[in-house]
T-cell receptor
């Protein structure tokens, strides 16, 4: 069974559209994250949630809105997509604590045309 | 200055060789340190944590020098399966569990 899963795996869309990426973890973790990996392979945190509460928001444009319906799910909605949003988006989860391992999902490859 | 800096490589190394990667971090308040591995078109996965006393896991040895804010990874007897990008990762704040990733060092093991 996949520990952290994301859907869709690939997403190709036009500029200006609104899209969502879903993430689910079955590890029983209480902290979840969204990361963006750009074309230069640089991986940067966007958001983290702990027990459905927003903990980290790394100056991401407000076109990006995370939503956590429960602690096993953290979805990412993106409004008015721009060319620069093209990247791989990774969801991750961990047990809150002192530097616990983060487990990553397989990634969603977003291409904005 | 980037928070976590690594030589991006690529490192092309013959099978069986020993290879070492280095990483520096800028925030002296950083509290935990890791090496993650990322295969091509895959997600990052934890390779090992890094402790001040140094730690070893099979062919892999990690070292941390807090005074110099420097982290290293040594791979002995390299295998073809070691080909990947190695990411140096730093945790700055236990409260929000924020990991900061280096840009990664790409390693290719040549048969």
């Amino acid at each position: 069974d996949t520990a952290v899963s994301q859907t869709p795996k690939y997403l190709v869309t036009q500029m200006g559209n609104d899209k969502s990426i879903k993430c689910e973890q079955n590890l029983g973790h209480d902290t979840m994250y969204w990361y963006k990996q750009d074309s230069k392979k640089f991986l940067k945190i966007m958001f983290s949630y702990n027990n459905k509460e927003l903990i980290i928001n790394e100056t991401v444009p407000n076109r990006f809105s995370p939503k956590s319906p429960d602690k096993a799910h953290l979805n990412l909605h993106i409004n008015s997509l721009e060319l620069g949003d093209s990247a791989v988006y990774f969801c991750a989860s961990s047990q809150a604590g002192r530097g616990e391992t983060q487990y990553f999902g397989p990634g969603t490859r977003l291409l904005v045309l | 200055r980037k928070e976590v800096e690594q030589d991006p490589g690529p490192f092309n190394v013959p099978e069986g060789a020993t290879v070492a990667f280095n990483c520096t971090y800028s925030n002296s308040a950083s509290q935990s340190f890791f090496w993650y591995r990322q295969d091509c078109r895959k997600e990052p996965k934890l390779l090992m944590s890094v402790y001040s006393s140094g730690n070893e896991d099979g062919r892999f040895t990690a070292q941390l020098n807090r005074a110099s804010q420097y982290i290293s990874l040594l791979i002995r007897d390299s295998k073809l399966s070691d080909s990947a990008t190695y990411l140096c990762v730093v945790l700055t704040n236990f409260g929000n569990e924020k990991l900061t990733f280096g840009t990664g060092t790409r390693l290719t093991i040549i048969p």
